[in-house]
Every structure is written in C-alpha cells, then in structure tokens.
C-alpha cells in the first residue's frame, strides 16, 4: 500500500529544527545560514562549446570527452588553445555576491582530469599546460577574501579520464589500478587544495562510483585532518558526507530535516554549451531557491564560463534578479529554518520560517494573502522591502477554521515577488490539518 498524503509525523516537522542542529552537528553554521551559494564548472570542456568535429552532444556539455569518445592525447591537446582572456575573478564573485550567494564551488578538477589549479602533482593543469598561464583557483581566492564570500572546490574523486588508471562511467576497468590513482594523483591533489589555498569551505566531491566504503572514509578523514572545518559533500560515497547532495536538479517534495543541498543548473547543462537554449527564467529560479529553502535545504546554482571565461549573460541575468529578490527578501532565505508541511497548495507562493517568525514569498502578484489553517498568533506583519506594516486580520471562518487575511499595499506589489514578515508568538508555525 502506498500513502499520497504525508503520515502526521510528516506534517508536523515543528520539532525537528532544535533536533536537527544536534543531529548534522558535522555541518558549519555558516553553510546553514548561506542557503544559496554559486557552482562553477569550467575546464577544457567550454572551448569545445558543445561540439567537437561536427558533432554534438546531446549530453551536458563538459561530458563531450567521453560522449564523442574523444582520445585523452587528443583532448588534452586543447589545453594548448585555452586562453580566456576575459576571466575576472572579481567579476565571477561579484556576480555571485551580488546575486546573494554566499559560497563559490569551483571545478577543481572534473571527470577530464584537467586540474583548474597549479597543480604541482600534474602538469595537467591551467597554470602550466596553457597560454593562459594563471591560476585560476589561486584567483578566485583572493576574489572571495576580498568580497566575503566561502571558497569551495569541486574535485572528481574517482572518474578522472585522462589518467590511466582513473575510472570512466561505462568504460570496462580492465588492468586499471585505482589504488595507484588514488596515490599518485587524488590524495595528492586534495592535499593540495587543502594546503595551498587558504581556508576551504568544503570539498565536492562527486560520483564516487565503485569506491569502496574504505576509500571513501580515507578521503574523508583526509579532508578533515588538514582542514577539520571544511566540510565534505554527500557525494563522497557510503553516506560519509556532512550532508546530503540530491540528484542534479531534483528538489525533495517535503520538508527534509538534516541538512541537504541541490546542485542545480540555469540551462540545461553544467559546463558551457553554445548550442544550449533550455534557459530557466529569473522567476522560475527564485521560484525554486525558496521552495529549497522553505523544504530546508541549500541551492547551489551553477554557471558554466564559456572559453575567454565569461558567463553566459542569460546566467548573469538571471542572477541580478535572484539577487534584487534577495536584496527585498533575503531574511526570509538566509538562516531560515524546515517550515513544517502546510496542508494547501499555495499557488502563489511559499512559506519560510525562523524561530518566531513566519515569512509568506508572495511570488505572483496577487491583492491579498488569504491562508487558513495557521493556529499562531500574529504579533505584527510587514513588508521585508521596505518595513511597511501590514494589516493582517486574523479570524475563525464560518466552518471553524483558523485564517490570515493580510492586503498587499497596490503600490508596492510587483510580480517579481515581495516577501511579508509576520512575527509569531510561538516558536513555530502551527499548521492545522484539514478537517475532516
Ligand atoms: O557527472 C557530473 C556532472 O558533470 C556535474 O558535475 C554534476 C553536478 O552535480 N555532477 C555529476 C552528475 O551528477
């Protein structure tokens, strides 16, 4: 038998917040408090813009290496024309700061094994198998100390298809030593990362693959013994992470307790494809970082530079306006606690919460707020915008349930949403179940 409606206990996630700080104590509070933060996937990958020889890919772009079976001698060949001259870090981080993103998660090294970093364990890598010449993680450091945001890196633990005893999804394993990988260049390489670039807010790693419990739990204790604050990604295998990584772009149904975060894309692709038109609007993307955020989860939010080092300007749009709504309405995102399952659709917008406080996103440009079935009692309502005090009128409706009744004042309602604070006298929302 299989149950549609969420089991009361599913409903009724008020007690799960205080627990779960005890629970994931593993995670960094600033992490919690981010809630939204930039991934950047960038390699040799954006010079080929989605085609090689003709042909495309129909798959994400920075897969075309294996997809169109180009042969590692003949991909690592583009490291010789990889020269993106137009690459900023104070622009990249200022996008990200300006969007309201907290954290920056840089491919440090992708399943094509090409190092964006001086590495000293490859010569694989930006700094030295390129005109370019630079560093970019190395730059993009310096970016995030001077603008205040967390350095993170992405690093394939266990595709890497250029060495030759890296795994490759679908590729038979036959007379590789992963062993001798995991010592020559992964290890290695993660300890770099972790010496040579200051304090690294954690370390994504991604499709651990046939790794052994054992190989995983080694990374792991590896990451934590050189920087035993940087946190280590779900993605590190046998359910060793700090926190749960969901499938690429797949944000849980209810609210989750513990703590979670969907990688997710602004088009259809991760690294940079010319031909890619599946463009997410601004609305659609807000739309989705507070349904996270209302579920209790973090959004990292990919852009894919494309080869002189510039994000797509329909990414860079559509950041502004993520961040104009962040501007209004980020204390209804940062910190923001699970809000408990509210029993109706609410086609308009979302609910968010924090202790004492009820947040309503009201993302479509409706005249009023009308909710039923919110047992709290409500202090005072404004718009986050401005602070404006909101009249919200609270009532029994003939059939006995509880209401909120709260008017958008005309001259500030905008479609692109505006968020309204009502301070509550509990400690949490108290959602009524439908009556029978
Ligand atoms: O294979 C990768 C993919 O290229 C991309 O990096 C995403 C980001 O979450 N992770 C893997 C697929 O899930």
């Given at each position: 038998m299989y149950c549609l409606i969420p089991k009361k206990s599913e409903y009724d996630l008020t007690g799960g917040c205080g627990a779960v700080d005890v629970l994931h104590s593993k995670t960094q509070s600033w992490w919690r408090e981010a809630k939204f933060g930039m991934f950047i996937h960038w390699g040799l990958y954006a010079l080929l813009a989605g085609e090689y020889r003709g042909l495309r890919t129909?798959?994400?772009?920075?897969w075309i290496m294996h997809d169109l079976r180009i042969p590692p001698r003949e991909y690592e060949r583009l490291a010789e024309r990889?020269?993106?001259?137009?690459?900023d870090a104070n622009r990249v981080v200022s996008l990200a700061r300006r969007a309201g993103m907290r954290y920056v998660v840089l491919t440090a090294k992708h399943h094509d094994g090409f190092a964006m970093y001086h590495s000293q364990v490859s010569g694989y890598n930006v700094a030295e198998a390129?005109?370019?010449?630079?560093d970019v993680a190395m730059e993009l450091r310096r970016a995030c100390d001077e603008q205040g945001l967390k350095l993170c890196f992405y690093y394939?633990?266990?595709?890497?298809?250029?060495?030759?005893?890296g795994i490759e999804e679908n590729?038979?394993?036959?007379?590789?030593?992963f062993r001798r990988y995991l010592d020559r260049k992964c290890v290695p390489q993660i300890s770099e990362l972790l010496t040579r670039?200051?304090?690294?807010?954690?370390i994504w790693f991604d499709?651990?693959?046939?790794?052994?419990r054992e190989q995983s739990q080694e990374l792991y204790d590896l990451v934590k013994s050189i920087q035993p604050d940087c946190m280590v990604s779900g993605?590190?295998?046998?359910?060793?992470?700090?926190y749960m990584s969901t499938g690429d772009n797949f944000i849980p149904l209810l609210p989750r307790p513990g703590d979670w975060e969907v990688p997710a894309t602004i088009?259809?692709?991760?690294?940079?494809?010319?031909?890619?038109?599946r463009w997410k609007s601004p609305e659609a993307l807000i739309r989705n970082l507070v349904k996270i955020v209302s579920r209790g989860g973090n959004y990292l939010l990919n852009i894919g530079p494309d080869a002189m080092g510039e994000a797509p300007e329909r990414s860079e749009r559509a950041l502004e306006a993520i961040g104009e709504y962040l501007r209004r309405g980020g204390e209804g995102i940062y910190g923001c606690d699970p809000t408990p399952v509210y029993p109706y659709d609410i086609p308009w917008g979302y609910l968010t919460c924090k202790p004492r406080r009820l947040y309503i996103h009201v993302l479509e440009d409706i005249e009023e707020v009308y909710l039923l079935n919110i047992a709290n009692e409500p202090v005072w309502a404004c718009l986050l915008a401005d602070g404006a005090e909101l009249d919200l009128v609270r009532r029994t409706t003939c059939e006995g349930d509880s209401s909120w009744r709260i008017r958008m004042p005309r001259s500030e309602r905008r479609p692109a949403g505006q968020v309204i604070r009502v301070e509550i006298r509990e400690e949490r929302p108290i959602f009524e179940p439908i009556r029978d």
């Open positions: 129909e798959n994400i772009a920075e990889f020269n993106p001259a137009r690459f390129t005109p370019f010449g630079r394939s633990q266990a595709q890497d298809w250029h060495d030759p005893d590729v038979p394993a036959t007379g590789k030593n670039y200051g304090d690294i807010g954690l499709t651990p693959m046939d790794m052994t993605r590190i295998g046998h359910g060793l992470g700090d088009n259809g692709t991760w690294g940079y494809n010319r031909f890619d038109a």
